[in-house]
């Protein structure tokens, strides 16, 4: 047989849904080759010891943010050496038309192309794109971004009609570049629906429609408007805590409850909650989906809203939507996610620099932009605080990589077996450090997790079998692709 390209000896594997066990690791071609117990060194071009450390398989987050902020070619160069850092293999990103991201309108046709070309040639992981039907042309360009593009991910955010991004209405025609005679409301929402579902049955599309999905932003923009002008009329609660009155719990499930009847209506079935932030936003997804059996929901929780409440996280640049929440919801997500009422977990990641996140004064949270970047934190996060709670390395590989892997049509990706892609990283469980902003890869000056303690510390990041993270530091040139997906294994 032809020569290993890799042998990874002295770790421990950890396969989803499975205790970690002492196997080593044989790479060829970018692929995982062999993985088996005691595989001799000779076969090998290159051995690594492991040094006993955990083999999680490459997280896959498939929620995040680059170009919002920051141009997208720059974002994509430094935002993926942070996710670099957190273990993170592969990335999907949201894509929108209107202000931020690549600040235009127009087609998908016109537009996918130039977030192509800004991505090409910068990304140290692999990476994909989900988009937002924002323009009513957009629902009949679906079928295109699927077949042209390998784009099977689609997205509606349900405030952003009447409320705006940060925490105040404006002019959200102006804001999303949309025509006078169309409206980004309830009405679009169910249309996009119906669309997805149409190229659902076409006929080009069948094979693979599992793959084809739609996430949402759950958050009701009336309510929220309405509980901002009080919080700011009354002037009694600051920071963290007067963002969370201003967008409360019960918009969030009075949402899931809007779109899981559309997706009813409009015989939808994969449909992704995304970072549910709440009580009452689990309790409306979990009785979503006994009312509706047939629709195939998927529930995701970030890692700063399990790891980071109003009064731990590091003041308002922990602003974000949904909010961060009083302990009480943190303990909420807790207690579903080991409850198996959680399917993955997510960044959200968001880099906003520090003089673009905060306003004047800088400590209205009203003025503060919305998001953060967090990646490099994730599995790390997840690992520390979860040992605290029980929850197992297998289920963490679930939550981190092969449930979002399947969902979003990644086949090739998301655990450590024979003929997926060779994307690992190594994590030592016994690492006691503490997060520091000046310490990751990412352009943003600060994080909501300034001094949180971690236990447990990725220390080595390989995509398809090469090295992009040695001890912490991000090594090589950017090597990632864009992935169009379903991806399938040969």
Same mark, same amino acid.
Not at 335 to 349: I, K, R
Not at 450 to 474: H, Q
């Given at each position: ?17 499975? !205790? ?17 117990? &005691?595989?001799?060194?000779?076969? &090998? ?95 009949? !360009?679906?079928?295109?971004?699927? #077949? ?50 149409? &190229? ?24 929220? =408007? ?14 963290? !805590? ?9 918009? #969030? ?122 990646? #490099? ?56 450090? =503490? ?5 990751? &890869?990412?352009?943003? #000056?600060? =994080? ?43």
């Amino acid at each position: 047989m032809p020569m290993l390209d890799l042998l990874l000896k002295n770790v421990r594997v950890v396969r989803p849904g499975e !205790e970690p066990r002492d196997l080593d690791i044989g790479i060829r071609d970018g692929k995982f080759e062999v993985i088996a117990e &005691a595989i001799q060194e000779d076969s &090998a071009k290159v051995v690594v010891d492991g040094r006993g450390r955990l083999a999680f398989p490459g997280v896959v987050d498939c929620h995040q943010h680059w170009g919002i902020y920051n141009a997208l070619a720059e974002d994509a160069r430094s935002e993926s050496q942070a996710c670099a850092q957190g273990g993170v293999t592969t990335g999907i990103t949201y894509l929108r038309t209107g202000h931020y991201y690549l600040n235009r309108s127009g087609p998908y046709a016109e537009v996918l192309p130039v977030a192509l070309e800004a991505t090409e040639g910068n990304a140290y992981i692999d990476y994909g794109f989900h988009v937002a039907p924002i323009l009513r042309e957009h629902i009949a !360009e679906i079928p295109s971004i699927i #077949e042209d593009f390998g784009v099977t991910s689609f997205k509606i955010f349900m405030f952003y009609g009447q409320h705006g991004l940060h925490g105040r209405s404006g002019s959200q025609a102006e804001f999303l570049m949309i025509p006078e005679d169309e409206s980004y409301d309830i009405a679009h929402f169910e249309f996009i629906m119906r669309g997805i579902q149409k &190229a659902r049955e076409d006929a080009r599309f069948v094979d693979i429609a599992d793959d084809i999905s739609l996430s949402l932003h759950c958050e009701t923009a009336e309510i929220m =408007t309405a509980y901002t002008k009080m919080v700011e009329q009354e002037g009694r609660l600051k920071g963290l !805590e007067a963002y969370h009155a201003s967008r409360p719990p019960h918009s #969030e499930g009075l949402a899931i409850t809007i779109a899981a009847y559309l997706a009813y209506e409009t015989r939808l079935p994969n449909i992704n909650l995304l970072h549910l932030s709440s009580r009452k936003a689990l309790e409306a997804a979990m009785l979503m989906a006994k009312t509706f059996p047939h629709v195939n929901f998927r529930r995701e929780v970030t890692i700063g809203h399990l790891l980071a409440d109003i009064d731990t996280a590091n003041g308002i640049g922990a602003k974000v939507n949904p909010p961060i929440r009083p302990r009480e919801d943190v303990e909420a997500l807790w207690e579903h996610l080991l409850a198996g009422h959680v399917d993955w977990v997510a960044s959200d990641h968001a880099c906003c620099r520090d003089e673009a996140k905060f306003g004047v004064p800088r400590d209205d949270v009203f003025l503060a932009k919305s998001g953060f970047g967090g990646a #490099e934190y994730l599995l790390s996060g997840l690992i520390s605080e979860g040992n605290k709670r029980g929850l197992s390395y297998g289920r963490i590989a679930e939550l981190t990589a092969a449930n979002p892997a399947k969902r979003f049509g990644l086949h090739t990706k998301g655990t450590i077996a024979e003929g997926y892609d060779a994307d690992f990283c190594l994590v030592d469980p016994d690492a006691s450090w =503490t997060v520091h902003a000046s310490d990751s &890869a990412s352009t943003q #000056e600060f =994080t909501p997790f300034e001094g949180f303690e971690m236990s447990a510390r990725v220390t080595d990041t390989f995509l398809r079998g090469e090295r992009v993270l040695e001890d912490g530091k991000v090594v090589g040139q950017p090597r990632g692709q864009f992935i169009r997906r379903p991806s399938r294994r040969d």
